[in-house]
């Protein structure tokens, strides 16, 4: 099993950057697949960004190719998301999880308990 907790959401204006970090106890992050999904009020939960485990090869959603990176550093056991250009679209309950499979997959087994990210336009 693995826990994970989040920190470094909070209130940025449009245009501003943001580090997410997701620290995980138990095995190190890079024997999971990691991601981050994010959920704003009344619409669905969506996937944002993946790293997968032993390769460490990512992907992104569409709509935050190019402003966001995912990153992992074992030593840490941290998994972190650089947010840049921030739009206030991008507000939302910022969630991380983690998978045993090498598939980046829509329902991962673990998730953290959620950062809030506001961006005021």
């Known amino acids: 099993q693995v826990q994970l907790v989040e920190s470094g959401g909070g209130l940025v204006q449009a245009g501003g950057s943001l580090r997410l970090s997701c620290a995980a106890s138990?095995?190190?992050?890079?024997?999971?697949?990691m991601g981050w999904f994010r959920q704003a009020p009344g619409k669905e939960r969506e996937f944002v960004a993946g790293?997968?485990?032993?390769?460490?090869?990512?992907r992104y959603a569409e709509s935050v190719k190019g402003r966001f990176t995912i990153s992992r550093d074992s030593a840490k056991n941290t998994v972190y998301l650089q947010m840049n250009s921030l739009k206030p679209e991008d507000t939302a309950v910022y969630y991380c999880?983690?998978?045993?499979?090498?598939?980046?997959?829509?329902?991962?087994?673990?998730w953290g308990q959620g950062t809030q990210v506001t961006v005021s336009s």
């Open positions: 999880t983690a998978d045993g499979g090498v598939v980046l997959t829509t329902n991962p087994s673990y």
């Open positions: 138990g095995r190190t992050v890079s024997t999971y697949t």
């Open positions: 790293i997968r485990k032993s390769s460490g090869s990512t």
